[in-house]
């Protein structure tokens, strides 16, 4: 499309105003490369699609180079396709740092110019597992926890991803990047389809959790094909399971449940507790086996010629293997319930941590900087109303848990996961707010409070 005059036009989504510009006069033309839109000098054709022309453009000002995604020659004019365009533009009501930007929207008469972040020097998943291969569990772990916060965050607003999958994410060094939050009526790569999307075409929470769990599987594997996993830990292969489940019901209600199975250890009582009637068939199994086998030995000592036959049927190793079995399978169900009892905990996890007493400090003001209340340090520490405070002292109080600042990461990012505000993490950790840029830094372990 060759520009030659513009006059000013307002158009409106999402309850923002937005000005561009629309020409009086147009004429068509297939390639745009060399044309000034507004203040971006379109560069060059990079691909096309059944419905747009995609382009890089460079703004004059800022040298800043953007992705430009236009309609193609055989739909200009086409006001569905105009319209889509349009339609991917309201996702600007999500700007995260960690997705691609959404810069602008041009609108002509005809045709309409969507200008977004233009991903550089990123690989793909696809293409990083392909040229690479395979993460390790740690690395894999710590860029899926970012892809948990994102699209967490995405959640928390009801924008709903369409079409998650290894295409979508972009990795450069310790850092992703999530594309596609604003591509409508598309389909996902089929291996990362949920089995309700694939029949109904149903895009919701659990079928980006489905996604999610497939995305996992192939920066561990380099497919997501889980049968092909060799060496991933048992806790993050039941989490994976419990994200792929087919019923939506039996999959993570949310990120944060996602997050919390990958991340917290349940214990082995606890798994016990919740779920002792459960493992009674094998409880009953490994005792009936162990008297069996006690039988069969006290036989065979009383005559061991008689009894040869059966001493060779069911020898010590022959039993040994069949107790390990119930064993292992035990295992798994723990493994399995421990991961679903991760599911309900993440409000409620809680741990230890020793606060030194300031000169000065009252136990209000303790209690205050932790979310606790007076009385809950007291009980926690064993103290009476007699009791008094001494400098240096340590004093337990309860805490959500530890925080690695991550790098790039951002303080209001990580208030988010755990459901905080950014001041309470300033506050906890004894930040003034002014000094947040140098005492917030990568590698840092913040203290997260309890949530109020």
């Not at 040869?308 to 039993?319: F, G, V």
Request: glycine share 4%; proline share 2%.
């Amino acid at each position: 499309m060759l520009i030659k005059t513009f006059c000013l036009k307002t158009i409106y989504f999402n309850s923002q105003k937005i000005i561009s510009f629309a020409p009086k006069k147009t004429t068509m033309k297939a390639n745009l490369v060399g044309e000034r839109l507004l203040n971006y000098e379109i560069k060059k054709h990079l691909s096309s699609d059944d419905l747009f022309d995609y382009y890089e453009a460079e703004h004059l000002l800022f040298d800043r180079k953007v992705l430009v995604k236009t309609l193609n020659a055989n739909h200009i004019g086409s006001a569905q396709a105009k319209e889509q365009l349009k339609r991917e533009s309201q996702k600007l009501n999500f700007q995260h740092n960690q997705t691609l930007l959404i810069y602008d929207l041009i609108e002509t008469s005809d045709n309409a110019y969507l200008i977004t972040e233009k991903p550089d020097s990123k690989l793909t998943l696809n293409q990083y597992v392909q040229s690479l291969g395979a993460m390790t569990e740690d690395k894999a772990l710590r860029l899926f926890s970012q892809i948990l916060e994102i699209v967490g965050a995405a959640h928390q607003i009801g924008l709903i991803h369409p079409q998650l999958s290894a295409q979508n994410i972009l990795i450069e060094g310790n850092q992703v990047k999530i594309k596609g939050f604003e591509v409508h009526n598309t389909v996902v790569e089929e291996a990362y389809q949920s089995p309700e999307d694939k029949k109904n075409g149903t895009k919701t929470v659990q079928s980006n959790i489905y996604s999610l769990g497939k995305i996992l599987t192939t920066m561990l594997v380099g497919s997501p094909d889980i049968h092909k996993a060799k060496k991933i830990s048992a806790k993050t292969l039941e989490a994976i399971k419990a994200a792929t489940e087919n019923s939506e019901s039996q999959r993570f209600k949310d990120c944060k449940e996602f997050a919390t199975a990958l991340t917290e250890e349940v214990s082995k009582e606890e798994v016990e507790d919740q779920h002792a009637f459960k493992h009674m068939p094998l409880i009953i199994l490994g005792i009936v086996g162990a008297i069996f086998s006690l039988l069969v030995f006290t036989i065979a000592d009383d005559d061991d010629r008689k009894n040869t036959l059966a001493y060779d049927l069911y020898d010590k190793s022959r039993i040994r293997k069949g107790l390990d079995s119930v064993q292992k399978a035990k295992r798994q169900e723990y493994l399995k319930d421990s991961a679903k009892i991760a599911r309900g905990k993440a409000e409620n996890l809680q741990k230890i941590h020793i606060h030194k007493v300031q000169k000065g400090e009252t136990l209000k003001e303790i209690a205050e900087m932790y979310n606790m209340s007076a009385s809950h340090v007291k009980e926690l520490n064993g103290m009476t109303n007699k009791s008094t405070l001494r400098a240096d002292a340590g004093l337990r109080v309860v805490i959500r848990d530890f925080h690695k600042v991550l790098d790039g990461e951002e303080l209001w990012q990580i208030g988010q996961k755990y459901g905080v505000s950014k001041f309470e993490i300033l506050r906890a950790n004894q930040i003034a707010p002014a000094d947040e840029k140098d005492e917030f830094y990568p590698g840092r372990e913040l203290i997260i409070p309890i949530k109020r």
